[in-house]
């Protein structure tokens, strides 16, 4: 059974527990998703921590900088021979797909997930099984949406945010079981950061709101019904962007720290306060944080994440390969650099570059420039997700089980969205 977080928005949880045999070609019971227990949700999570310590500092060298890596791979339905090479290398902490790995049937994403974690898991649990990735995707809605057909189609963010909170938790719950059914097991979404005039070029509706307490309070309503519901939510892009699209070139958020504060950093305490599984790091240069580093190289940043906001989960990295970070010495000092300042995982998607970026933050390890010990760490805290969202003990009769229960759970979600998408707070 999945040990997750109970979510407080009983709308989507009731909508997602009723949809699994609301159809007569249900005929096995899916596998239970998260339900409360006697063991509160701050003790289980300090229990998962306290074991994948135990389990990165048994991990050789190789098997932490994997972990430190989330990566891209080629294939639909099942991996290429040049991709399988590079997972059973690279054993990445995560895989992350996109559009072109998907086929119009969304179960060749199930076949694609089981062969990915057949090739990357790491021997690292006690009865010498392997640990697989996170498989992610960008599961946000609106135009950021991979699935051809199939799953629930969810809006894009903004007019879901018109219908207020129960429309939010209903697009997670749904996010979340179909995700999980297919595979899926880490959502890269949502966007957290409100609307600005800066941003506004570069994210248009994928915002919930120009508000930054509804964005907050949306986007908190979406990430615990999606992880309630089976999938690991990111929220993105720490602290915010501003106009220049980081693909092309470097963002500069040039605010003060008080509006930091109250426009920036706020959305993201209520997705910490909603126990968030990752953060993902803007390329943003953010002068009131540090006017000579982008967040995602910014030690300053990181710590202001971990520590001021108390944010324990992943703390991601968006794809190295971009833009805003060109000049920095490519992707594999740039991932050094990224891990170094206390980031715990590292996007480098093509998979080439990803095996290149592995090979320099290993000697970098060699070298002292980079310390087993801040690697332990960042492993660590991948570790404890996956143990968070049972990815240790899940078998593949439940996953078999969730996969032949997809039909009924999406005609489930789509009629609860639509519910919920019809009404207004």
């Given amino acids: 059974m999945l040990k997750l977080r109970l979510s407080v928005v009983v709308f989507a949880i009731v909508s997602v527990s009723l949809v699994f045999c609301a159809s007569s070609s249900c005929t096995r019971a899916v596998p239970a998703l998260p339900t409360a227990d006697d063991e509160p949700v701050t003790a289980r999570n300090a229990r998962s ?37 590079i997972l059973s290398l690279v054993r990445p902490g995560a895989v ?53 057909g199939g799953l629930t189609r969810l809006p894009p963010a903004r007019t879901m945010g018109r219908a207020g909170a129960a429309a939010a938790a209903a697009a997670g719950a749904a996010a979340g079981s179909e995700l999980r059914a297919v595979g899926v097991t880490m959502n890269a979404a949502p966007v957290v950061e409100a609307l600005t005039q800066a941003n506004r070029a570069f994210l248009a509706d994928r915002a919930w709101s120009d508000d930054p307490a509804t964005s907050g309070r949306l986007a908190a309503a979406f990430i615990e019904a999606c992880q309630s519901s089976g999938a690991a939510a990111v929220a993105k892009h720490f602290p915010g962007n501003a106009a220049a699209d980081p693909h092309r070139g470097l963002p500069v958020l040039d605010v003060s720290r008080a509006a930091l504060e109250g426009a920036f950093l706020a959305p993201f305490r209520r997705a910490v306060d909603a126990g968030v599984s990752a953060i993902m790091l803007s390329h943003a240069l953010v002068p009131a944080i540090d006017p000579g580093l982008p967040v995602s190289l910014s030690p300053l940043a990181i710590a202001l994440l971990k520590d001021e906001l108390g944010f324990r989960g992943i703390v991601l990295t968006d794809d190295l390969q971009m833009a805003a970070l060109s000049g920095r010495g490519g992707a594999g000092e740039a991932a050094i650099a990224a891990l170094s300042a206390g980031a715990d995982m590292v996007m480098v998607s093509g998979g080439r570059t990803a095996r290149d970026a592995r090979a320099d933050i290993l000697a970098a390890l060699a070298d002292g420039r980079l310390s087993r010990s801040r690697l332990e760490d960042a492993a660590a805290r991948v570790v404890a997700q996956k143990l968070r969202f049972g990815l240790d003990t899940e078998t593949e009769t439940d996953r078999g089980s969730r996969l032949e229960g997809l039909g009924a759970t999406v005609a489930g979600n789509r009629a609860a969205l639509s519910g919920a998408m019809a009404g207004r707070e």
């Fill in 49 to 85: 921590e306290a074991r994948a310590r135990i389990v990165a500092a048994a991990m050789s060298d190789e098997e932490l900088v994997g972990q430190a890596m989330i990566i891209g791979v080629d294939g639909v339905g099942e991996l290429s021979n040049g991709s399988r090479a």
């Fill in 96 to 148: 992350i797909l996109f559009g072109f790995n998907v086929a119009e049937d969304p179960r060749s994403v199930a076949s694609l997930a089981a062969d990915i974690r057949s090739a990357a898991g790491v021997p690292a649990l006690a009865d010498g099984a392997a640990l697989p990735p996170f498989v992610a995707i960008d599961h946000e809605g609106g135009a950021v949406f991979r699935f051809k």
